[in-house]
């Protein structure tokens, strides 16, 4: 909304000592008390063309000798504006925009047990941590973090399937990525589909490498 700069011209008394008979120009009418002049403007009107525009008014012979200038300038923050700071102050800012190595740091920290499951395969039983587990941890100590599907490939036989998986992480002074493979049987059905298991496990292998989960390939 445009704001209202207000110029206020007032009177001056003339002094008892001032000659202002001998004067050549005749003195202009007073017809009231205060002459006001309003000027409608944006926010981009600054104080120089104000300033400007008052040194004009300061030359002029017929206002000079018999009026004083006043200034009201409103510089109240618009409804936008003010909105747009309440939006800054509400984002949160922990945890963003941080030096790798304090990322890659809480990364390599252990992963509470209560957060670790366990399967069993060919009679072995292997802990591992869930997909979106790992993705919800990312996500808090490296909200900028980026994965990605590089490949899948099949096997000639159609037996197997093998996704490539990338997860990258940024800092404010470099970045970082580590790929990893995870492959998957096409006749193992369970817990989804084949190449969505091969992608999880892929992801998962991948954030070991930066760290994250790593301790639990140790134990193997």
């Known amino acids: 909304m445009p704001q209202e700069n207000k110029i206020s011209i007032n009177p001056l008394k003339p002094s008892k000592h001032s000659p202002t008979h001998h004067s ?19 926010m981009s009107v600054g104080a120089r063309s104000i300033r ?15 009026y004083a200038v006043s200034l009201s300038y409103s510089t109240k923050p ?15 800012t922990e945890g963003i925009s941080r030096p790798l190595a304090e990322v890659l740091k809480e990364l390599n920290k252990r992963i509470p047990d209560s957060l670790v499951r366990t399967y069993v395969e060919d009679g072995c039983a292997l802990r591992y941590v869930p997909w979106h587990t790992l993705n919800r941890i990312l996500n808090l100590h490296a909200p900028e973090w980026s994965g990605e599907v590089r490949n899948i490939v099949y096997s000639p036989e159609g037996k197997t399937v093998s996704v490539v998986y990338r997860v990258t992480l940024y800092g ?3 970045e970082i990525y580590r790929e990893a493979t995870g492959t998957s049987s096409m006749d193992d059905t369970t817990y989804g589909d084949p190449v969505q298991k091969a992608e999880a496990m892929a992801f998962r292998r991948a954030c070991a490498r930066l760290g994250l989960g790593l301790h639990l390939y140790h134990e193997e």
């Open 24 to 42: 050549a120009t005749p003195p202009l009418p007073v017809h009231s008390q205060t002459l006001s002049l309003s000027i409608n403007s944006t």
């Open 78 to 92: 618009t409804l936008q504006e003010r909105e747009e700071e309440r939006e800054k102050e509400e984002v949160p």
């Open 52 to 66: 400007h525009l008052l040194s004009s008014l300061a030359r002029s012979r017929s206002v000079a000798p018999r």
């Open 172 to 174: 404010t002074d470099s």
